[in-house]
């Protein structure tokens, strides 16, 4: 072989290795090939230095490093690659350091880097030395290896030397104590050392302090076991430390002691590299995971438009399914009425400009989806034309806030223009402004300040803007219209004073949202008027104050009403003064009223007693009290009635209190029977009344009771004695009609006798005889009269008739006719008004009208025609059973203008027998008045006379409409033959 052809030996079986290197021999030069097997180079090898420049082992070889440690073990010195898969390389890089070929050098290669195989190859067969000539010492090696061996080590020390010289690695050799004797250029490349400086340093300086006790260790363990797994650690001065991978052997030094060989491969790009991939792969996570969480949807379509990816928002919002992207386009996902737009408008202009954004519709089948969306351009790696992204925002809500907003606008400025209160619309932005300048330039006490300085407090006033006015604050101010109200103000209505100025601003100052002051102003027609000035920073414009919402409300009549109010209160502040004092002396008087009325109840001759409501218990008890029981006070408070007095009266007690305290009534026991410690059986008369607490509901029962043992007992004896009164008054009438009865015969004969005189004797008796015998006659008729009243009289319960309905103007009728020969009836001027139908006895209600209007006619003046007047109505008069109660009633009233009499007789004219004119004047018995009261006294009625002295008479007739039930029993019991 000439001596610029190189040879390599290529250990292979599969062809495509053959043609991956077959493509690296292009680059390689004169190089001629060679296939071997591995049979073929371990026999070569053995035979003697082998004729290749250089072995190839393939990828498909299973154990290339032991192949390797087999040609070594030869002593062959003939340079090595070993190919292999991507995976594989850290592998048997690995393991090639871990074994380390002494007189070999030793690369692995990927088998698709063909770059680094190619340079590999070509490094290592330029390093190849110059193979010695041994075929003159074949003899002397055979005679022993002991001839030999100089030679061979001279030779073997002088290319190790040269090897590590030109090694891809950093090499240092170390003595036991870590010193460096030797090191490569590589080695003084990684670690930045000068010849003049490193020589007999320490290892150790040149190591990064935080990788020093992972170097020591790995040195130490070289020395003590001969080798050690590589650790990466970082070497160099610091501001430019490199990451290495160390690898200690342990190796024999010139003079036979061990030594460390510090293999150092420099991996600071590698490791950048792995740190930059890392780094971009969490991005990638990051960003993977951003897109796919992020609430706006985010879609990569192609160049054509055919969807590549979306993201779970587009999948929710737009219902894009991620397997469903090839079959999807990008105008599928817009609203039918924005497509067209999107395809001629919209995407020509991202083509032409790069990005595009504004308001689509998109849709989810039928739903329409307003949604914020930009459009642009993305370079895609390896593709010719960009693709398309778009970012959609959901602005559904913002569109119904939108919305909504335009509403509440409308609405407001409907209320605004529409309210009765006077509204401005202002903006203080410029005020907020130069207000903040101020406290920025230094303004402590901005309230002092503009006191001090009124023309920045008018030029703050300037500043102000009115924006509009509703139509209450042009009539407030008697305007006309809104143009002449914004022409006659400066800054605003009813802002003339200085202290509301000042007022507002530092309220604007101070962040306040809202504001209210009181102050005077004017009307355009200058009536003064006096005003509550309010206002409101409006929603979303706090920062900037550019939209305030003041409110005016006209409180002058408000404003004299709390003046007048004021003097009121000044004035009843004076009376409660005044009245202060009253009140006091009026405690006191109530304490001694207080103390007098205790005195009246422990004095009554009542007994007075309080129960708790609670457990009826007594509470309080009075001296009558103690001295009706026989019991003192003490004894009795706080117990009941079952611990004094038998169970059937306490049970009787007991029924009556509760009935007053759960029926919240006052009871009223006529008689209650009670044993008395001290007197026995008494009867009492009880009112037990409730007392209410502040809550109202009975706290207590009051109790009043009055002994009335004694009346009881008389009630008993006047009963008695009433009894038999009755009886001796029905004997009385009952002798009263049988005497009057008897008595007509003997006074018929005396008229009998005296007319029968005055007949036939008459002429014989002389003026005194005719007068003795008219004055018998005169005595017998009013006798016959006398009696035939009492007989009258005491007919009117004796033969009295059944009650029924009478017709008072019937009987009225024939009242008129049986008077007519009463004197003075024809001139008489008689008014009857309408009369009812009452339920009575016609005998006597005919008896009683024409006893009261026969008197009307008799008692007249003389030389005067007499007036009567005859009237009914409605009344009412006490009830039949005497219980208070009152009861519908029927007035009859018969007046006249006759002679009168004196009020002081009203009563004495019903007495039986009285008159009050002598028999010359006027006749009667004095009987009919007494038989009028008779009557109406049996109706259940009464009767009165009112009357003067010559000017006329009144009786008034007041008779029940509803019969009494002793009416009813004496109808009941009534004999119609009575006698």
């Known amino acids: 072989m000439s001596g610029s052809t190189r040879s390599v030996a290529l250990v292979a079986t599969l062809s495509s290795t053959r043609q991956v290197f077959d493509r690296v021999t292009q680059w390689l030069g004169s190089v001629e090939v060679v296939a071997v097997s591995e049979e073929d180079v371990l026999a070569a090898v053995a035979q003697g230095s082998p004729a290749w420049d250089l072995l190839v082992i393939g990828v498909e070889v299973s154990s290339p490093i032991r192949l390797a440690q087999r040609i070594r073990g030869h002593e062959a010195t003939l340079p090595l690659i070993v190919m292999c898969g991507p995976g594989e390389l850290e592998r048997l890089a690995f393991a090639v350091r871990r074994s380390p070929f002494l007189g070999m050098t030793v690369a692995c290669c990927a088998v698709d880097d063909l770059r680094t195989l190619t340079s590999t190859a070509l490094s290592l067969l330029h390093r190849r030395p110059t193979r010695p000539d041994v075929s003159s010492d074949v003899q002397s090696r055979e005679r022993g290896s002991v001839t030999l061996a100089p030679r061979l080590a001279t030779q073997s020390s002088q290319f190790i030397d040269r090897l590590l ?311 407030l101010f008697r305007a006309g219209d809104k143009a002449t109200l914004l022409a006659g103000v400066r800054v605003g209505v009813g802002r003339e004073n200085h202290a509301l100025y000042r007022d507002e601003f530092v309220a604007v100052a101070d962040g306040e949202r809202r504001f209210e002051a009181e102050a005077n102003s004017y009307t355009r027609d200058g009536l003064p008027i006096h005003v509550v000035v309010r206002w409101l920073v409006a929603p979303g414009h706090e920062g900037d104050y550019s939209r305030v919402l003041v409110c005016i ?111 919240h009534v006052v009871v009223d026991i006529p008689e209650e029977p009670i044993h008395t410690h001290a007197h026995g059986l008494r009867f009492l008369h009880t009112k037990k009344i409730p007392l209410y607490g502040p809550d109202g509901r009975p706290e207590y029962l009051l109790g009043i009771s009055e002994d009335i043992t004694e009346r009881k007992r008389a009630a008993e004896t006047l009963a008695q004695k009433a009894a038999e009164l009755e009886r001796s008054n029905a004997e009385l009438e009952q002798f009263a009609y049988v005497a009057s009865h008897d008595l007509q015969e003997p006074v018929r004969k005396i008229q009998a006798f005296a007319n029968l005189i005055a007949g036939k004797l008459a002429p014989l008796l002389d003026e005194a005889g005719g007068d003795l015998l008219q004055r018998i006659q005169s005595a017998a008729r009013r006798m016959q009269q006398l009696i035939n009243d009492v007989l009258l009289y005491s007919r009117v319960t004796t033969q009295a008739q059944p009650f029924c309905d009478v017709d008072l103007a019937q009987v009225m009728e024939q009242v008129l006719v049986d008077l007519e020969d009463a004197p003075s009836r024809d001139s008489a001027q008689i008014r009857i008004g309408p009369l009812p139908v009452v339920q009575a006895d016609a005998v006597q209600m005919h008896q009683l009208l024409q006893n009261l209007v026969g008197n009307a006619l008799k008692f007249h003046h003389p030389g005067t025609a007499p007036r009567v007047t005859v009237e009914a109505r409605e009344s009412s008069m006490p009830g039949p059973n005497g219980d208070g109660v009152t009861c519908d009633a029927i007035e009859l009233s018969i007046r006249d203008e006759g002679i009168g009499f004196d009020p002081r007789h009203a009563e004495r004219i019903f007495m039986p027998f009285q008159r009050l004119h002598g028999r010359g004047a006027f006749e009667g018995t004095g009987m009919g008045l007494a038989i009028c009261r008779k009557i109406v006294e049996r109706h259940g009625g009464s009767i009165v006379a009112e009357g003067q002295p010559e000017g006329g008479a009144c009786f008034v007739v007041r008779l029940p409409k509803v019969r009494g039930r002793h009416e009813r029993d004496e109808d009941a019991s009534h004999d119609p033959d009575g006698g």
């Open 553 to 663: 409300l006209d409180v002058t009549r408000q404003k004299e009403a709390e003046d007048a109010l004021r003097q009121v209160t000044d004035a009843l502040e004076q009376r409660v003064r005044d009245r202060t004092v009253e009140l006091r002396a009026a405690e006191a008087e109530a304490r001694r009223t207080a103390a007098f009325l205790d005195s009246i109840v422990e004095n009554l001759p009542h007994m007075v007693f309080v129960k708790e409501a609670a457990d009826l218990k007594f509470a309080r008890f009075n001296r009558a009290g103690e001295e009706l029981l026989g019991v003192h006070r003490t004894a009795l408070l706080g117990k009941s009635d079952y611990d004094f007095f038998p169970r059937e009266e306490a049970d009787f007690f007991t029924e009556k209190d509760r009935m007053v305290l759960e029926g």
């Open 165 to 475: 010289e030109l090694a891809p690695v950093g090499t240092v050799m170390l003595d036991p104590s870590g010193r460096m004797i030797g090191w490569n250029l590589r080695a003084a490349s990684i670690l930045a050392l000068l010849e003049r400086d490193a020589a007999g340093t320490m290892f150790m300086d040149h190591v990064d302090p935080g990788s020093r006790e992972t170097a020591s260790e790995l040195i130490r363990h070289a020395l003590s076991s001969g080798e050690s797994a590589p650790a990466t650690v970082r070497c160099g001065p610091p501001g430019t430390t490199r990451w290495v991978e160390l690898l200690a052997t342990c190796v024999m030094g010139a003079h036979g002691e061990p030594c460390v060989l510090a293999v150092l491969q420099d991996v600071t790009a590698r490791i950048e590299a792995e740190a930059t991939a890392a780094a971009l792969r969490r991005d990638q996570a990051r960003l993977a995971a951003l897109v796919g969480n992020a609430s706006e949807v985010v879609v990569l379509a192609s160049a054509e438009g055919q969807l590549l990816f979306v993201n779970g928002a587009a999948s929710r919002l737009l219902g894009v399914e991620a397997s469903s992207c090839g079959t999807v386009r990008l105008l599928d996902l817009m609203a039918n009425e924005d497509r067209s737009n999107v395809a001629l408008d919209v995407l020509p202009v991202v083509w032409r400009t790069g990005a595009w954004a504004g308001e689509l519709r998109l849709r989810n089948g039928r739903t329409r989806i307003d949604a914020l969306v930009n459009l642009f351009l993305v370079d895609v790696e390896g593709e010719e034309r960009p693709a398309l992204g778009l970012i959609a925002r959901d602005i559904r809500e913002r569109v119904r806030a939108e919305a909504t907003i335009r509403e509440r606008e409308a609405r407001f400025r409907t209320l605004f223009d529409d309210c009765p209160i006077s509204i401005w619309e202002e903006d203080f932005s410029e005020v907020k402004r130069r207000v903040d300048k101020l406290m920025d330039s230094g303004v402590m006490d901005l309230r002092a300040f503009l006191d001090a300085n009124p023309d920045v407090l008018d030029d703050l006033k300037s500043r102000i803007r009115i924006v509009d006015v509703n139509q209450a604050s042009v009539d």
